[in-house]
């Protein structure tokens, strides 16, 4: 989602006059786009702006400009708390406002007594003054529809993500992002199909939808009812676009129809990201996910009794309050049931603001580090099995990107692995998708020979 936010966020300023420098050292403006999901991201970006205000210093001792803007989630949870721990920053805004930063630039560039001032539409915008210097903090959770004011720039990319919802409504006790992004609100979806047309037709073939929960997605408009199914069958349908993927799913909101929908259409890949979390139901029921461990298995039963070669992949979190080493067995016997193509898993990180930052029984860092390596040796070893089992197979492979050598070229196949191409002529290849008889694979990468 910050990735899209990001995108987005270059393709403003673009459109509004500026241009990309490969250099800090020769920028006007630097803008972070930040996320507040684990401790960690939010710690980076302090560090990351102590760096920033020594660029600024020294950018200033030379008269040049460098205004400093924050975006994301951090930024929309920390606020005016911001401004005051960081007084050489510029514009703090969040994930609602950004299609304003343009505006928002333009407004902190020109001094405000000079009677130039731009004048800017979110209610919640605060100007703050230091040294008759404006400072914005523009965090407000806008009614207006951001995206119909956001650019897609054709920059001749072959996959391009596409946000079909906004916010979560779901608070799992852990979590910050409806507390940050707000929430759910599912975008028309007419306008999404447009976006999709709008993409297909400057030569994108692969969208991948995002969302919190894509599978909540409901739209209703005069004549019509969308829910997620209909509209992956939607884009899907479009002309030129042919691959689709999507994250992430909520195991809550899984229905018949987008199980039948993977098995029915070609273009929708067959690879679900389905974040469990943790595989008891008595830390499921503390986190407020709303399905037990055999509800989820269950679930996973049906996508593959239709679709028996789907990779899934996963979601976890270990040390939550109150996992005791039952629970944490409990987790590596369903990873063990389920048998996933990817994960990604974290420690648990507690988060202002959310229920289980004050649950008893927080369990102590090192037994959090133990189990995240018991829990990501095993995953690894899935992972390495699921990309070994596909030595002999032809996958369809979107080649996009250069290797490390100039002889090969990166792509990723339909179950989302990393593939590498080793040829004499890696143009041939590049921006298209190709059958790939593979030859070779380890836990992060396969590599194959072209099949005609
Ligand atoms: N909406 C998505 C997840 C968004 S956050 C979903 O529900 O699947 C991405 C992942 O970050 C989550 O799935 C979770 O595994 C992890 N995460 C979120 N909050 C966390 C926290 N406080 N500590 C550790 N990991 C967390
Ligand atoms: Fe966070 Fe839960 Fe919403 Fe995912 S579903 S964004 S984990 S609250």
Redo the contacts with the bound molecule.
Sequence with gaps: MNVYDSDKVSALLLCSGMSKVEELDDADVVVLNTCH???KAKHKVYTELGYLRERKEARFAEGKPFIIAVGGCVAQAEGAKMLERAPFVDIVFGPHTYNELPNMIRSVRKPTDDGDHVALETAHLEIFFKNKRPRLLNIGFSSEDKYKSLPFLNVEKKSAYLAIQEG?D?F?T????PHTRGREVSRDAQAIIQEAKSMAASGVCEITLLG??VNSYRYEDVSEKWLFADLIRAVCEIDGIKRVFYT???PVDVTLDLIKAHAELPQLMPFW?L?V?SGSTNVLRAMNRHYSVDDYKRTVDNIRKYNPDIAMCS???VGFPGEDDEAFEQTLELVRYVNYAQA????????PN?V?CDLPDQVDDSVKAERLARLQSLLREQQTQFNTNCIGQTLSVLFQKHGKCSNQVLGKSQFMQSVVLHTPNPEMYMNSIRNVFITGATLSCLEGRIVN
């Design positions: 999901v684990r401790e979560c779901k799992c852990y979590c910050v992002v919190q929960n992430s799913s909520h990201h974040p979390q979601d976890f979190i990604f898993s974290f420690k648990y990180s507690p988060r959310t289980a």
